[in-house]
């Protein structure tokens, strides 16, 4: 069996060290993709709410709309549909 020394300790720890830096650097990267998913998530969840939004102005535009047909229905005398014109 080897002998333990100081510079076999030594180089232990070197190697060790450096392993870290790399594990370091490679959670510093999955940080920054993080970063980068959680500014498209929020992006994407603004789209969406503009959009229901642009539906709600939508929706609450047909049913002005509508109302103003059946008003207007009410309102014109009915003549029956004619096919032949």
Do not use: C, W
């Not at 060290?17 to 959680?38: A, F, H, T, W, Y």
């Not at 609450?60 to 109302?67: A, C, K, T, V, Y």
């Amino acid at each position: 069996m080897a002998e333990v020394t100081n510079e076999l300790m030594y180089e232990l720890l070197k190697r060790m060290n450096q392993r870290l830096e790399k594990v370091e650097d490679g959670i510093g990267d999955i940080r920054q993709e993080m970063i980068s998913m959680r500014g498209h998530m929020l992006s994407i969840q603004t789209d969406v709410h503009n959009i229901y939004g642009v539906l709600d102005r939508h929706d609450g535009r047909l049913d002005r709309i509508e109302r103003r047909l059946d008003l207007r229905e009410l309102a014109e005398p009915q003549r029956p549909f004619d096919l032949e014109r």
